[in-house]
């Protein structure tokens, strides 16, 4: 298993390769909000981007750009905005699962992210080029259906390289702020925002639940029997 240790200071160096198997990616990837503060080589950061850049795109458009944010300051800025989503999000969901060991985990996790947010080495935020209109609902689900296969590349490539990573969305709650801590011009939207570093955990395999609850033929609750 490629489970890669921090690679310098941002000026270059050996990299990790990315030849973990794919099915070894996909079925030890998880989200990992624990991260460490060394920093992230810069070419390693646009490796990933670059792996990011082979996904296929709606009418081969290619309208993305990727902000790459270590200035301590903005990612201050997105912490408030992490933050202010996280006060109320985290106290509903710590409620409703008071019960529920395994969330509660994951809550502590979020909390972790939310506490030492401006001390990730580097946030990846995806965007688009082009207007988002809020109607009908088909064009906001195909726009965002153009980002969402890079994201999927990108965490594949981060966990390939040994790195922690997990997609986030609280700190867009408020897209003019996120735009202005960026400044993005209004024909660019952000869509995500990647906290990425090298883990404080390690990665592993994931529990889900079994394909043939989740598994429906042809209409909704119609299911097959599994040997």
């Known amino acids: 298993m490629n ?3 921090p690679t310098g200071d941002g000026s270059g160096g050996a990299q990790p390769r ?14 990992i909000r ?11 950061l646009l490796r990933l981007i670059e792996l990011a850049l082979k996904a296929p795109t709606g009418s081969n ?8 944010v270590r200035d301590r300051a903005i990612k201050e800025k997105f912490g408030r905005l992490n933050g202010g989503a996280w006060g109320i999000y985290g106290r509903i969901g710590r409620w409703l699962s008071r019960n529920d060991p395994a969330m509660q985990r994951v ?9 030492h947010f401006a001390d ?14 809020p109607w009908p609902p088909l064009a906001a689900t195909s726009y965002y259906g153009s980002i969402y296969p890079s994201v ?9 390289a040994g790195l922690g990573a997990a ?18 011009p209004w024909s660019v939207t952000p869509c995500a925002v990647i906290p990425l570093g090298w883990p404080r955990g390690r990665y592993g395999p994931t529990t889900r639940r079994p394909v043939a609850e989740v598994v429906h033929w042809d209409r909704f609750g119609n299911r097959r029997a599994t040997a």
């Open 18 to 31: 990315f030849d973990m198997p794919l099915e070894e990616a996909m079925t030890t990837q998880r989200a």
């Open 61 to 68: 458009a290619q309208n993305w750009e990727f902000v790459v």
């Open 3 to 5: 489970e890669s240790l």
């Open 152 to 160: 999927q590349n990108l965490l594949l490539a981060a966990r390939a």
């Open 107 to 115: 809550l502590a996790a979020v909390q972790w992210q939310a506490d």
């Open 34 to 44: 624990r991260l460490r503060t060394d920093p992230v080589d810069d070419a390693l």
């Open 120 to 133: 990730i080495p580097v946030l990846i935020v995806p965007c688009l080029r082009g207007p988002r209109l």
């Open 167 to 184: 997609l986030i969305t609280l700190p867009l709650w408020s897209t003019v702020l996120a735009r202005r801590a960026l400044g993005l």
